[in-house]
């Protein structure tokens, strides 16, 4: 029991624990972010459809691009 926990805090001090852990809360975050994003995108989407209406001089292609381009600024900054 000694040996195991001698073993253990050798690990934490050497920082592989902690080094594993900021990488899996890094890769995590990331794949939060990338889901944000794609939701955020298809939202973009549904929404340029709507804003035609709105906006009768642009065209549905340039409503999504403008929408797509203010997401993908907020998000990765």
Excluded: C
């Amino acid at each position: 029991m000694t040996a195991l926990a001698l073993r253990s805090y050798s690990l934490l001090r050497t920082g592989f624990i902690a080094t594993l852990f900021a990488w899996m809360t890094g890769h995590l975050s990331s794949v939060g972010r990338a889901i944000q994003v794609s939701r955020q995108i298809e939202t973009n989407q549904k929404l340029a459809h709507l804003l035609q209406h709105e906006y009768p001089h642009e065209d549905y292609a340039g409503i999504l691009a403008i929408l797509n381009d203010k997401t993908l600024r907020e998000y990765y900054k």
